[in-house]
């Protein structure tokens, strides 16, 4: 049973600013969003600026529809977030996992540091020509190239983390007994948990870049490749529609995460 918190009444004044502070950020949020928008049709509208290289927030919408009236528009997104998310849950879990054991092994991890630097430092796009070569031109190119993308970021991010914890608390746990596993467990994974949270928020937008990246190679659909043929073919109209679309998926999974945080927290807390 959950115990029913008393608060002071400072307290209860401090919880009302931070809401009303949040509101009007997200009244902020939502009012720079809309002049911009609003902004954008109307230099369209007046010719300040050409709708044809520039698009505007009308001729977006219309897009949408003829996606949607197509019967393409759903297939197009669930490709690419299918790849994504994909991508993202390999990188993540694939990362801590090397973080781990080159944390748990001093002499592996000063083996290996150097090459981990050497790949992340590495243009991935350069591996585009081998990565068809070994996966061919199907979602599996696409998928191998979001992981490879966000997997390094990962490693390095956690590793540093688990690295960085707390050197006296290591040495107490070590005095009282306590196993390597029992350090990693207790101390090691529970202290790098707002390190895990930065390292998601991060490689979000790396898997977005990765899948990406991998449609405008090998895809023969996404949004990436919405993208691309809307380049080829002139029609900025579409290339438009599928940026704003891929803007609004990543800022909905980064809005996830968010909430995943604050959940995490705020179970910590109690």
Known sequence: M?????YSEEHLLFLKKRKRHAVLVWALRIGILALLLGFWELSTALGWADAFLVSSPSRIAKTIASLYNEGTLF????????????GFAIAVVLGYGIALAL???ETVRSVLEPYIVVLNALPKIALGPLII?????????????????GLIVAIMHMLS?????????LLLLKSMGAS?????????????LASFISMLKVNVGM????SIMGEYIVSRAGLGYLIVYGGQVFKLDL????TVILALLAAVMYFLIALLEKFLVKNRED
Request: net charge positive; aromatic share 14%; hydrophobic share 50%.
């Open 133 to 149: 070569i070994w996966f061919g031109t199907g979602s599996k190119a696409i998928l191998f190239m979001t992981v490879i993308v």
């Open 180 to 192: 390597k596993l029992q350090i990693l467990l207790k101390l090691v994974v529970p202290s790098s």
């Open 2 to 6: 959950k115990t029913q918190k008393n």
């Open 207 to 210: 898997a977005w870049i990765g």
């Open 103 to 105: 944390w748990w092994s």
């Open 161 to 169: 983390a688990f690295i960085a914890t707390d050197k006296n608390k």
């Open 75 to 86: 297939y197009h997104i669930g490709t690419t977030l299918w790849e994504t998310l994909a």
């Open 239 to 242: 290339l438009m529609t599928a």
